[in-house]
């Protein structure tokens, strides 16, 4: 990531096709939809399309990287505002969820991404601002403002024992 002037920031990694079985594409059923994401100074992420789509249901596919770009980044944002509020948290935990649909073209769409974060606090007395902060992490996650799609978020607050 390099910084610019005015807050712009830029992102780079190189995405390759690896599942070339010999024929290239010659048929639909020739190759693998195999992939190496790569960026510098990162592991590498075996990468697929997801099962119904001729994927490697072992590898991350792209639906897979939306749904955790959207949930790291509200999970980051919302660790941000606890401290900003007070909010000592011990523990968090999302089991985020994704709805796409086909449109029956060969393409699709996301029509919701749910987020169930399942946060820990150290007092009862941060329960309220834990379940208010997600408002302010939802407004502040650059990945949630980027997408033309509902975020929704079902939160569950503990107190630390």
């Excluded at 709805?99 to 769409?109: L, T």
């Amino acid at each position: 990531m390099a910084q610019h002037p005015l807050g712009e920031h830029r992102y780079a990694l190189t995405t390759t096709w690896t599942g070339n079985l010999g024929t290239g594409t010659s048929g639909y059923r020739d190759y693998t939809r195999d992939v190496l994401v790569r960026a510098a100074g990162k592991p590498d992420i075996l990468a697929s399309s997801d099962r119904p789509f001729r994927g490697d249901p072992t590898r991350w596919n792209p639906e897979d990287m939306l749904i955790a770009a959207l949930s790291e980044c509200h999970l980051l944002s919302y660790l941000h505002v606890c401290v900003t509020r007070g909010v000592v948290l011990t523990a968090y935990r999302d089991e985020a969820t994704g709805v796409m649909r086909e449109d029956g073209r060969s393409g699709g769409a996301f029509t919701e991404v749910v987020l169930h974060p399942h946060v820990t606090v150290a007092d009862a007395s941060m329960v309220e601002a834990a379940r208010e902060a997600h408002h302010q992490a939802h407004e502040w996650c650059f990945i949630a403002n980027s997408v033309n799609f509902p975020v929704r978020y079902e939160v569950t607050v503990d107190v630390a024992s």
